[in-house]
């Protein structure tokens, strides 16, 4: 059976705010996923809690639906129970990097096989719209009336140092260039991160689908290979008047999975039904 | 506790029943750590207040202990430490001045092998065959290499040949002869509970270190290759129980092990896997709180906490072993009944189980174990349709089939919104209450599985010991003493192996024979007296109430027992 948007159908609307940048990212979900023919059955999505989690609804897959900042630790026993399972993190800003911060350092560290698409908009819209980790100086929202006054994060770079071996940004603007990262996304063997930046059309009146338009511009092939972490971090240090988006750091490097032994012949999860064999191990104790 | 092991060990494959426990404070290196090793030719379940030979490789170890001393305790010494002398005892132990650094020098080894010169030492004194020792300072050390064995016998050795040669009148003076009935194993209860999950087919846990869990992760992590199983080490307990909760929802057994404090980071997991109803087994070591307490001495102050935690009301099982054995068979239990209940089971366990060694016949752990999986969707039985209701309410126990992620036609979303049947979010009010009800109902049903409390000594006994846990061993050993007797009044005990969903009825009948009910716990408020009472309506006035960290011995019990009401 062929894959398609429509594969993923489930009778829910979305309940996002009109214009939204979570369709775009919504979309390009689907289109990659038919791409890669990973269908309903075939694969797990799991969702934080934020404006983004709120897509299981009308995104019919395997979902698990998690507590606030938990979607990674959950992905990565799923995937460690089942490592031929596709698992796929959809998280955002505050999700991520706020209340997950340390779980997002310890994922990249340790390289599980899953990619996590970041829905960054740097505020919390589900909360009506106080800062996220990502807000940027400056920024007046309800929780900082006067201006965000902390330094914000960088998903990039943050992902970069911590050890991820694929890291990019799109645009949920550009549903095309978005799909296209996707699937090398979840391509990838390891942890990818993609970061998407994304207006918050409702609490966010500063970046706009034409504020980031007019800024933003994509690593060509030709001057730019993302193989050299060094220069991975200075590009994606870049913001203002131009801000980069594509792979910025990509490596292979043996994953999560890979450096368990138990694993080597086949996912746990065809070992379900048995008990374990103690019969070599209890004269130890003797 | 290398030396302990190897002693136990020892006496154990002879055919003696032996337990041993730890005590030390809180600090990698230094500060007063003891072994206590307990050797009987009976079946023994917890130590007594008092000590045979005190094996003093400082001169601390005796200013702390000499109390513990009786009239014709050998306390051994090494006199370069302190020369003690008769004068230096309130008591009249024996003194055996035994040159244990001179013994290390002549051997040319490092200070620590003062550890095996004792132990060849005690075994001398007990006046058993150095081959005993041999055997197993062989099996222990033969890892680390011919080299390793070979020196720690010539340590052991020197010391036994000292007893032999110098101390010919104290030989044998300590220990009856028994012989070997079955192969009996020594193992810690945090082994045990390792050697249970394993047998009942788990597959992943993540464990983040803490006392007094860690002989969990090491047993695992040392296992994990050839058991095929994986055990994560996770950033922090919330990841712990996170990554659990994937695992179970993949379709493994799964489970978690921590202490007090890492629980109360696992609170907000745990009421996630209530509400996506995944199956979880939680080991929880208790140890002194609050905080960070005294991370390594014992306590039972959990109890309330595991029934209570987690926001919002959903079912759970307490399980609470009094010993390794008990450790073993529970965790089997516990992982049967997550799988078929499909929801959080706790092990509550403490310090003092979980680090005590105790021996257990090999038997024991050799029956097969029928995995029951519980409710599972069938993929043969799965429309195509996009039908499948993971959370079905057509079930009068409150439990529907499960899928796991890839399977053909079970796709539904594990959500931790409240959700209808096929888990999409719902806050519709009637299916609020019908989900509420579903996961409630499984209180109801577990009522068939409840284990009733247990009773030594006999039912119609007037007077009535409480216990639950770990309690249980120092007070079966007080009252064996007695032959479950005092004052001519029969005693029994009533101990909860089974804590929750509590069983009512069964406590209401055994508890209400009783004229005298003495509840016994390790924690300051009596908190299983507090359940007995908010199920039962029994108010028990006395309480025996221990909380400084140290288990209980004996004799504190027959204090109690003993005393007049």
């Given at each position: 059976?062929?894959?398609?948007?429509?594969?993923?159908?489930?009778?829910?609307?979305?309940?996002?705010?009109?214009?939204?940048?979570?369709?775009?990212?919504?979309?390009?979900?689907?289109?990659?996923?038919?791409?890669?023919?990973?269908?309903?059955?075939?694969?797990?999505?799991?969702?934080?809690?934020?404006?983004?989690?709120?897509?299981?609804?009308?995104?019919?897959?395997?979902?698990?639906?998690?507590?606030?900042?938990?979607?990674?630790?959950?992905?990565?026993?799923?995937?460690?129970?089942?490592?031929?399972?596709?698992?796929?993190?959809?998280?955002?800003?505050?999700?991520?990097?706020?209340?997950?911060?340390?779980?997002?350092?310890?994922?990249?560290?340790?390289?599980?096989?899953?990619?996590?698409?970041?829905?960054?908009?740097?505020?919390?819209?589900?909360?009506?719209?106080?800062?996220?980790?990502?807000?940027?100086?400056?920024?007046?929202?309800?929780?900082?009336?006067?201006?965000?006054?902390?330094?914000?994060?960088?998903?990039?770079?943050?992902?970069?140092?911590?050890?991820?071996?694929?890291?990019?940004?799109?645009?949920?603007?550009?549903?095309?260039?978005?799909?296209?990262?996707?699937?090398?996304?979840?391509?990838?063997?390891?942890?990818?991160?993609?970061?998407?930046?994304?207006?918050?059309?409702?609490?966010?009146?500063?970046?706009?689908?034409?504020?980031?338009?007019?800024?933003?511009?994509?690593?060509?092939?030709?001057?730019?290979?993302?193989?050299?972490?060094?220069?991975?971090?200075?590009?994606?240090?870049?913001?203002?008047?131009?801000?980069?988006?594509?792979?910025?750091?990509?490596?292979?490097?043996?994953?999560?999975?890979?450096?368990?032994?138990?694993?080597?012949?086949?996912?746990?999860?065809?070992?379900?039904?048995?008990?374990?064999?103690?019969?070599?191990?209890?004269?130890?104790?003797? | 506790?290398?030396?302990?092991?190897?002693?136990?060990?020892?006496?154990?494959?002879?055919?003696?029943?032996?337990?041993?426990?730890?005590?030390?404070?809180?600090?990698?290196?230094?500060?007063?750590?003891?072994?206590?090793?307990?050797?009987?030719?009976?079946?023994?379940?917890?130590?007594?207040?008092?000590?045979?030979?005190?094996m003093a490789l400082n001169q601390?170890?005796?200013?702390?202990?000499?109390?513990?001393?009786?009239?014709?305790?050998?306390?051994v010494f090494d006199p370069k430490d302190y020369d003690w002398?008769?004068?230096?005892?309130?008591?009249?132990?024996?003194?055996v001045p035994v040159p244990l650094r001179g013994l290390v020098e002549q051997g040319a080894g490092e200070p620590v092998m003062r550890n095996t010169i004792a132990?060849g030492v005690?075994?001398g004194?007990?006046?058993?065959?150095?081959?005993?020792?041999?055997?197993?300072?062989?099996?222990?050390?033969?890892?680390?290499?011919?080299?390793?064995?070979?020196?720690?016998?010539a340590f052991a050795r020197s010391g036994y040949d000292f007893v032999k040669t110098n101390l010919?009148?104290?030989?044998?003076?300590?220990?009856?002869?028994?012989?070997?009935?079955?192969?009996?194993?020594?193992?810690?209860?945090?082994?045990?509970?390792?050697?249970?999950?394993?047998?009942?087919?788990?597959?992943?846990?993540?464990?983040?270190?803490?006392?007094?869990?860690?002989?969990?992760?090491?047993?695992?992590?040392?296992?994990?290759?050839?058991?095929?199983?994986?055990?994560?080490?996770?950033?922090?307990?919330?990841?712990?129980?996170?990554?659990?909760?994937?695992?179970?929802?993949?379709?493994?057994?799964?489970?978690?092990?921590?202490?007090?404090?890492?629980?109360?980071?696992?609170?907000?997991?745990?009421?996630?896997?209530?509400?996506?109803?995944?199956?979880?087994?939680?080991?929880?070591?208790?140890?002194?709180?609050?905080?960070?307490?005294?991370?390594?001495?014992?306590?039972?102050?959990?109890?309330?906490?595991?029934?209570?935690?987690?926001?919002?009301?959903?079912?759970?099982?307490?399980?609470?072993?009094?010993?390794?054995?008990?450790?073993?068979?529970?965790?089997?239990?516990?992982?049967?009944?997550?799988?078929?209940?499909?929801?959080?089971?706790?092990?509550?366990?403490?310090?003092?189980?979980?680090?005590?060694?105790?021996?257990?016949?090999?038997?024991?752990?050799?029956?097969?174990?029928?995995?029951?999986?519980?409710?599972?969707?069938?993929?043969?039985?799965?429309?195509?349709?996009?039908?499948?209701?993971?959370?079905?309410?057509?079930?009068?126990?409150?439990?529907?089939?499960?899928?796991?992620?890839?399977?053909?036609?079970?796709?539904?979303?594990?959500?931790?919104?409240?959700?209808?049947?096929?888990?999409?979010?719902?806050?519709?009010?009637?299916?609020?209450?019908?989900?509420?009800?579903?996961?409630?109902?499984?209180?109801?049903?577990?009522?068939?599985?409840?284990?009733?409390?247990?009773?030594?000594?006999?039912?119609?006994?007037?007077?009535?010991?409480?216990?639950?846990?770990?309690?249980?061993?120092?007070?079966?050993?007080?009252?064996?003493?007695?032959?479950?007797?005092?004052?001519?009044?029969?005693?029994?005990?009533?101990?909860?192996?089974?804590?929750?969903?509590?069983?009512?009825?069964?406590?209401?009948?055994?508890?209400?024979?009783?004229?005298?009910?003495?509840?016994?716990?390790?924690?300051?408020?009596?908190?299983?007296?507090?359940?007995?009472?908010?199920?039962?309506?029994?108010?028990?006035?006395?309480?025996?109430?221990?909380?400084?960290?140290?288990?209980?011995?004996?004799?504190?019990?027959?204090?109690?027992?003993?005393?007049?009401?």
């Amino acid at each position: 059976m062929t894959i398609t948007a429509d594969s993923f159908k489930t009778g829910y609307l979305p309940t996002w705010c009109p214009g939204c940048g979570d369709y775009g990212i919504w979309m390009s979900l689907k289109n990659a996923l038919g791409e890669l023919s990973i269908g309903p059955d075939d694969g797990l999505i799991v969702y934080g809690i934020g404006c983004h989690g709120n897509m299981y609804d009308w995104m019919r897959t395997y979902g698990f639906i998690g507590l606030h900042g938990r979607a990674l630790p959950v992905a990565q026993g799923a995937k460690l129970a089942n490592h031929r399972l596709p698992v796929i993190v959809v998280s955002g800003d505050g999700d991520c990097l706020g209340e997950g911060g340390n779980h997002f350092i310890h994922a990249a560290k340790r390289n599980p096989d899953i990619n996590v698409i970041i829905h960054d908009n740097q505020v919390y819209g589900l909360t009506t719209g106080q800062a996220s980790p990502t807000a940027k100086a400056g920024f007046k929202t309800k929780s900082t009336p006067e201006g965000v006054v902390d330094e914000p994060m960088n998903p990039l770079t943050l992902a970069i140092v911590s050890g991820a071996t694929f890291v990019a940004r799109g645009f949920a603007g550009d549903p095309l260039g978005l799909t296209k990262l996707m699937v090398e996304a979840v391509r990838h063997k390891g942890f990818s991160v993609l970061d998407v930046l994304q207006p918050c059309v409702t609490f966010d009146k500063v970046h706009t689908y034409g504020w980031y338009r007019s800024r933003l511009y994509s690593l060509s092939a030709s001057d730019y290979a993302p193989t050299d972490k060094l220069r991975a971090l200075t590009k994606a240090v870049e913001w203002g008047d131009h801000i980069p988006v594509g792979i910025f750091y990509r490596e292979e490097k043996p994953t999560s999975e890979d450096r368990e032994p138990a694993l080597a012949e086949g996912p746990l999860v065809s070992q379900r039904e048995s008990q374990g064999n103690l019969d070599s191990l209890l004269e130890e104790f003797q | 506790m290398s030396s302990g092991t190897i002693l136990a060990r020892a006496f154990s494959r002879a055919g003696y029943c032996v337990f041993a426990t730890n005590e030390y404070p809180s600090l990698i290196r230094g500060g007063h750590n003891i072994v206590t090793v307990r050797i009987a030719t009976r079946e023994i379940h917890a130590l007594e207040g008092v000590v045979d030979i005190l094996m003093a490789l400082n001169q601390e170890t005796v200013d702390l202990h000499k109390q513990e001393l009786h009239d014709g305790s050998i306390v051994v010494f090494d006199p370069k430490d302190y020369d003690w002398q008769a004068s230096d005892f309130s008591n009249k132990p024996v003194l055996v001045p035994v040159p244990l650094r001179g013994l290390v020098e002549q051997g040319a080894g490092e200070p620590v092998m003062r550890n095996t010169i004792a132990l060849g030492v005690t075994v001398g004194l007990l006046g058993v065959d150095f081959i005993l020792v041999e055997s197993v300072i062989h099996d222990q050390f033969t890892k680390k290499g011919d080299e390793v064995v070979r020196r720690n016998l010539a340590f052991a050795r020197s010391g036994y040949d000292f007893v032999k040669t110098n101390l010919p009148a104290l030989q044998g003076c300590h220990i009856a002869p028994t012989t070997k009935k079955e192969d009996v194993l020594v193992l810690s209860g945090s082994e045990a509970v390792g050697l249970g999950a394993v047998r009942a087919g788990m597959r992943f846990a993540a464990i983040y270190p803490m006392t007094p869990i860690n002989s969990l992760i090491t047993f695992l992590a040392d296992h994990a290759k050839e058991l095929r199983i994986v055990y994560k080490q996770p950033e922090d307990e919330i990841a712990g129980i996170n990554m659990a909760i994937g695992a179970s929802i993949a379709g493994v057994r799964s489970m978690v092990a921590t202490s007090g404090g890492g629980f109360a980071l696992m609170v907000e997991g745990l009421s996630l896997a209530g509400m996506v109803e995944a199956p979880l087994v939680i080991d929880l070591g208790m140890r002194v709180g609050p905080a960070t307490g005294m991370p390594t001495w014992t306590e039972q102050g959990e109890l309330q906490f595991v029934i209570h935690a987690g926001h919002g009301e959903f079912p759970r099982v307490v399980l609470a072993p009094a010993d390794a054995a008990e450790a073993y068979t529970l965790t089997i239990e516990a992982f049967q009944l997550a799988d078929k209940y499909q929801v959080p089971v706790f092990l509550l366990t403490d310090k003092y189980i979980n680090e005590s060694q105790w021996c257990v016949p090999k038997t024991h752990f050799q029956g097969d174990v029928l995995l029951d999986r519980g409710k599972i969707a069938q993929t043969e039985a799965l429309a195509s349709d996009v039908s499948f209701s993971r959370y079905s309410l057509g079930n009068d126990d409150g439990i529907s089939p499960r899928s796991f992620p890839g399977q053909k036609h079970g796709q539904y979303f594990a959500n931790s919104y409240e959700h209808n049947e096929v888990g999409h979010v719902s806050e519709e009010p009637m299916n609020r209450k019908a989900m509420v009800q579903k996961r409630l109902k499984k209180l109801s049903a577990m009522s068939r599985d409840i284990l009733p409390p247990s009773v030594y000594g006999d039912p119609e006994a007037g007077v009535t010991c409480v216990t639950w846990g770990s309690t249980r061993g120092p007070v079966l050993e007080a009252l064996e003493r007695v032959g479950f007797a005092v004052g001519g009044t029969r005693v029994n005990v009533v101990h909860f192996s089974w804590i929750y969903p509590f069983p009512a009825a069964q406590a209401a009948a055994l508890l209400s024979k009783s004229t005298r009910i003495i509840d016994v716990e390790q924690n300051a408020t009596g908190q299983l007296s507090s359940l007995i009472r908010e199920h039962t309506g029994i108010l028990i006035q006395e309480k025996l109430l221990k909380y400084d960290g140290r288990p209980f011995f004996p004799e504190e019990i027959l204090d109690k027992v003993q005393s007049v009401k």
